[in-house]
């Protein structure tokens, strides 16, 4: 059933055009993601469907009665004097007086003779309201609750602090779990992923997935929509295009529509051309017949249904990290490094060697001190204990989260070249306008900026530093999904090291090719990218659980005594590592036959009688192809089962 439904909505601000004739429907158990690039009207369209600002035109219509509408804002925060628990509970007050009551009821029987006629009408009223607190889920609400709370980052010690004592990023996960524990018909989120680290997306994404009614989403997270929407509409040139699929298969689409839709505007323009050459031609022979098939040749390009060439697309910065100096392999050295503050200790006794060309990522849970750890490397804080040593010529360029290396009273052309006084202005500017900002825009304070421009003013500086590491901390925060594969693109090409944190999984998994995640004692440590970290830790999990069943089994034996319990539990660990010594080696042998096969298949495509047979040609191709995948699924095995035996 349709829940919401939107005509010919248009909007503008003063004599810029937002949203122009916008019109779609979503269904009440529809999983939609609304993109665009930054300025495209994402945010301006869910203040007009929740009709926080009415559009210049158009209808919206609200099909369901008496449905609810919750709308988390960008970076909404909640500040009271109220508990984290009293805040979320407020959605179930009906349940909460309905439990007081009951109380009463039980203290008030307590006390009462069993035999009046009072007690009798106590109990008739316990037992209806006891009977409808369950059916309205009296008995599960807290167990709701403390699940959301605990699923967006928070512990149980953190329930009954004062919401005012929270930071403004877990203000925001408090404002996201009061409107989840709501329940509402039609869940509007902005951003949601702000503030919430990967373990606490991962959860957000099965809550969605699993939510029986209408969620629309705005997000730049890429990973996050796919996992979670089946539907996605985009703003792009104040119109809207609406398709059936998730965010991946629809930029697919797009991509595939918009070469066919230029091949065909091509050929038709080839057409005309053709076509128009021969009214000229006719025209200038100038006889009566020529005339008229000029005329007539006319009339059919008039009465052709002309085919746009494709609009184009948003302008993307163009970004190109270059390192001036060559660096040693050796870039870094890391040797016990911890850190603490008063009260509180992030990490401790991390070790770790980075080398050139690795592009180091570090996930973890918030609070792990991966930030601060970045902070340490780039000389911003101290470490309380170990030490790091950087490799011979290595110049470190750092990307701050929080900006907080901007100078706001600072132009934007001043603040670029404050760092770069040895480029000319021509360059300075020619660099700031890759970054889309034109002449006027150069002037313009640090401290009018919004997030997004900032963090193009912070790339652009280090795009003309040269520098051979760079150190990000989350450069894809305040970026929009295009200029996000804008910067995938360019420390994908960058003749450099990276060591950079990121909450975005797509992100990660495109360019990692070594992954450490911190908050684990001991660290995990591992070369890939985030898919195959991921199946890393399932492998590692479930080694685990074997040996935990190994150790469930031998302690059903209690007459066993400590020691050999310790036997037995060697006995199992050593069995597990012939298990894997064994796999390991019969991939490695697999390896060496496959490598062998796909050398013999080389010498015989290109032997003598085997060139001109396109049969065996087509044979072998065939067989090379499969044992190349075969291969390929080999390596990332080995690499694995290394890494565990390590």
């Known amino acids: 059933m349709i829940c919401i439904s939107c005509r010919d909505i248009s909007f503008s601000y003063g004599i810029d055009k937002i949203l122009e004739n916008i019109s779609?429907?979503?269904?009440?158990?529809?999983?939609?993601?609304?993109?665009?690039?930054?300025?495209?009207?994402?945010?301006?369209?869910?203040?007009?469907?929740?009709?926080?600002?009415?559009?210049?035109?158009?209808?919206?219509n609200i099909l369901k009665k008496s449905c609810s509408i919750g709308y988390l804002k960008q970076n909404m925060t909640v500040d009271s004097s109220k508990t984290l628990w009293e805040e979320v509970s407020e959605s179930f007050h009906h349940l909460i007086e309905m439990e007081k009551e009951l109380k009463v009821l039980e203290t008030e029987m307590g006390v009462m003779d069993h035999r009046v006629e009072s007690y009798t009408q106590h109990l008739n009223k316990y037992s209806e309201l006891s009977e409808k607190f369950a059916q309205l889920g009296g008995y599960e609400y807290n167990s709701y609750i403390r699940g959301i709370l605990r699923g967006l980052g928070f512990n149980e010690t953190q329930f009954y602090l004062s919401a005012s004592a929270l930071s403004g990023g877990q203000k925001t996960r408090l404002a996201l779990a009061k409107l989840l524990v709501g329940q509402p018909d039609i869940l509007m989120l902005d951003e949601?992923?702000?503030?919430?680290?990967?373990?606490?997306?991962?959860?957000?994404?099965?809550?969605?997935?699993?939510?029986?009614?209408?969620?629309?989403?705005?997000?730049?997270?890429?990973?996050?929509?796919?996992?979670?929407?089946?539907?996605?509409?985009?703003?792009?040139?104040?119109?809207?295009?609406?398709?059936?699929?998730?965010?991946?298969?629809?930029?697919?689409?797009?991509?595939?529509?918009?070469?066919?839709?230029?091949?065909?505007?091509e050929n038709q323009q080839k057409q005309i051309k053709k076509m128009e050459a021969f009214i000229k031609q006719q025209k200038q022979w100038n006889r009566q017949k020529n005339i008229i098939a000029a005329e007539s040749r006319q009339k059919a390009i008039d009465r052709m249904e002309k085919i746009n060439a494709p609009k184009k697309a948003p302008d993307k910065i163009r970004i190109k990290f270059r390192s001036e100096i060559i660096s040693g392999n050796d870039v870094l050295f890391v040797e016990g490094l911890s850190k603490e503050f008063p009260g509180r200790k992030l990490f401790s006794d991390l070790s770790f060697h980075l080398t050139k060309n690795e592009r180091?990522?570090?996930?973890?849970?918030?609070?792990?001190?991966?930030?601060?750890?970045?902070?340490?490397?780039?000389?911003?804080?101290?470490?309380?204990?170990?030490?790091?040593?950087?490799?011979?010529?290595?110049?470190?360029?750092?990307?701050?989260?929080?900006?907080?290396?901007?100078?706001?009273?600072?132009?934007?052309?001043?603040?670029?070249?404050?760092?770069?006084?040895?480029?000319?202005?021509?360059?300075?500017?020619?660099?700031?306008?890759?970054?889309?900002?034109?002449?006027?825009?150069?002037?313009?304070?640090?401290?009018?900026?919004?997030?997004?421009?900032?963090?193009?003013?912070?790339?652009?500086k280090l795009v003309l530093s040269g520098h051979n590491l760079l150190i990000l901390d989350e450069p894809t925060n305040h970026l929009d999904i295009y200029s996000r594969e804008v910067l995938e693109q360019a420390i994908n090409d960058f003749d450099g090291t990276v060591i950079c944190v990121s909450h975005d999984r797509y992100f990660v998994n495109k360019l990692a090719t070594r992954i450490i995640e911190m908050g684990n004692i001991p660290i995990i440590d591992v070369s890939g990218d985030y898919e195959f970290f991921l199946k890393y830790k399932r492998r590692q999990a479930e080694v685990s659980e074997s040996i935990s069943t190994g150790n469930a089994l031998n302690s059903e034996a209690k007459a066993v005594s400590e020691g050999k319990m310790n036997y037995e539990e060697q006995k199992?660990?050593?069995?597990?590592?012939?298990?894997?010594?064994?796999?390991?080696?019969?991939?490695?042998?697999?390896?060496?036959e496959v490598e062998e096969r796909i050398t013999a298949i080389d010498e015989e495509m290109v032997s003598e009688g085997i060139v001109t047979d396109h049969v065996r040609l087509s044979e072998l191709s065939i067989e090379r192809n499969q044992l190349e995948s075969e291969l390929e699924e080999l390596y990332e095995k080995w690499e694995m089962l290394g890494n565990m035996e390590a």
């Open 572 to 592: 199992l660990v050593q069995a597990q590592k012939r298990k894997l010594e064994k796999e390991l080696n019969n991939t490695e042998n697999r390896i060496t």
């Open 24 to 60: 779609f429907s979503i269904q009440d158990n529809d999983k939609v993601g609304l993109v665009g690039v930054n300025g495209a009207g994402k945010t301006t369209l869910f203040n007009i469907l929740c009709r926080r600002i009415e559009p210049d035109t158009g209808d919206i």
């Open 360 to 460: 180091l990522f570090l996930l973890g849970p918030n609070g792990c001190g991966k930030s601060t750890l970045l902070k340490i490397l780039a000389g911003v804080l101290p470490q309380t204990e170990g030490s790091f040593e950087y490799g011979h010529k290595i110049s470190v360029g750092y990307y701050d989260q929080e900006l907080s290396q901007l100078e706001e009273d600072n132009t934007i052309l001043d603040e670029v070249w404050n760092e770069n006084g040895e480029q000319s202005e021509v360059i300075i500017r020619n660099t700031l306008a890759v970054f889309n900002f034109s002449e006027d825009d150069v002037m313009k304070r640090i401290s009018v900026l919004s997030g997004g421009e900032k963090s193009r003013v912070m790339l652009c």
């Open 192 to 265: 949601p992923t702000n503030h919430l680290d990967i373990e606490a997306i991962s959860w957000l994404e099965d809550f969605l997935s699993n939510y029986k009614k209408c969620v629309f989403i705005i997000s730049h997270d890429r990973y996050f929509l796919d996992k979670v929407t089946k539907k996605t509409i985009e703003l792009e040139h104040q119109q809207c295009t609406v398709a059936e699929c998730s965010y991946s298969e629809f930029m697919l689409r797009k991509k595939q529509n918009r070469e066919i839709q230029q091949k065909h505007y």
